[in-house]
């Protein structure tokens, strides 16, 4: 299930949207929206871009996917596998985090 931002408080002047959550600093001014997590990644969207970040904090693997078709875009340290796996299991995971309009 998403992951709770109850613990979330702004970064800095307040001037960007970056926030911080248990774990570390989300947004960086971008304000990325943390879903929670997945096989072992944290899943976030960016809505600037619309895209899905899923990152592994074990080995620092990183996805990169479009959204909502969840093609590839990059790939940093996570196998064939491992890839295989999180997207076979991603959207029913995201159908449960993402509201519907």
């Known amino acids: 299930m998403c992951g709770s931002m109850s613990d979330a408080r702004p970064v800095g002047d307040g001037s960007c ?26 899943v976030y969207f960016n809505p600037v871009n619309g895209r899905l970040i899923c990152e592994r904090e074990s080995d620092v693997a990183t996805v990169l996917l479009e959204y909502p078709s969840l093609e590839l875009v990059h790939g940093w340290s996570v196998s064939q596998r491992d890839l295989d796996r999180l997207l076979a299991v991603l959207p029913g995971f995201l159908a449960s985090v993402v509201p519907r309009g």
Do not use: H, N, S, T
């Open 17 to 42: 949207d970056a926030i911080e959550v248990p774990g570390g600093v989300v947004g960086d001014g971008v304000g990325l929206r943390r879903l929670g997590e997945c096989e072992g990644f944290m």
